[in-house]
């Protein structure tokens, strides 16, 4: 168990709907990321989150957007579903972005279903 | 959008041989991981590089973070049937409070008995 939780654990949608997954980083840390894992693209980063505020961008679709609050939680939303957005996505977290022992840790993702 | 290069893609092996993969890159990164997924589950780190050149071990895992920053391998020794499973490379860039990770294409381990 690497103390990233996620939720949903599944989730099964129709195209041109909206959700949001859910992630809790680990006890103290103050980054989280997002990544998206499809069978042609591979683990792609989206977006990382430090302390709240958005810190760097992979590719990220402009439907999709995130956020991290006071808590250090945080939420990816995906908007106007397309069947290609079918995928896992992972969050994962890490103590600090800056030099050794900030590895990242990830969550057991969610599995997204577009029909 | 980009990946590694990972090889092999996928690997049949018997219980008890000693395992290797490598990861190759066009571009330089701060840290090498190496990470094991298995079917359904989130990525789970087995190591961390952060020097050009540091050969780095976690009980039957060896890696080593590549001279020209650009490349890593990992041998695995001894194999067991519970190494089964894909193992991704991952290339790290830090700017600052910025960090993005790359990964590779993936290897697909599958240990007979």
């Known amino acids: 168990d690497s103390g990233v939780t996620q939720t949903p654990k599944h989730l099964i949608t129709a195209t041109g709907q909206r959700v949001t997954l859910r992630c809790s980083p680990r006890?103290?840390?103050?980054?989280v990321y997002w990544y998206q894992q499809s069978l042609d693209q591979g683990l792609q980063f989206l977006i990382q989150?430090?302390?709240?505020?958005?810190?760097a961008k992979g590719n990220i679709l402009e439907r999709f957007s995130a956020q991290q609050f006071p808590d250090l939680h945080s939420e990816l939303n995906l908007s106007s579903l397309e069947l290609g957005d079918s995928a896992l996505y992972f969050c994962?977290?890490?103590?600090?972005?800056?030099?050794?022992?900030?590895?990242?840790?990830f969550g057991p993702g969610t599995r997204l279903t577009v029909l | 959008g980009q990946q590694l290069n990972q090889s092999p893609q996928s690997m049949f092996i018997q219980e008890g041989e000693d395992v290797s993969m490598n990861c190759t890159s066009s571009?330089?990164?701060?840290?090498w991981l190496w990470y094991k997924q298995d079917p359904g589950e989130g990525p789970v780190l087995l190591i961390a590089?952060?020097?050009?050149?540091e050969l780095t071990s976690n009980g039957r895992l060896t890696a080593q973070f590549g001279i020209t920053r650009k490349d890593s391998f990992l041998n695995i020794s001894a194999s067991i049937p519970s190494d089964v499973g894909i193992y991704f490379c991952?290339?790290?860039?830090?700017?600052?409070?910025?960090?993005?990770?790359?990964f590779g294409t993936g290897t697909r381990l599958q240990v007979t008995l």
């Open positions: 994962a977290s890490s103590a600090s972005p800056g030099g050794g022992g900030n590895e990242q840790f």
């Open positions: 590089l952060y020097k050009a050149g």
């Open positions: 991952a290339g790290q860039v830090r700017t600052g409070t910025a960090s993005k990770l790359t």
């Open positions: 006890s103290g840390d103050l980054s």
């Open positions: 571009s330089i990164f701060n840290t």
């Open positions: 989150y430090y302390n709240g505020e958005e810190r």
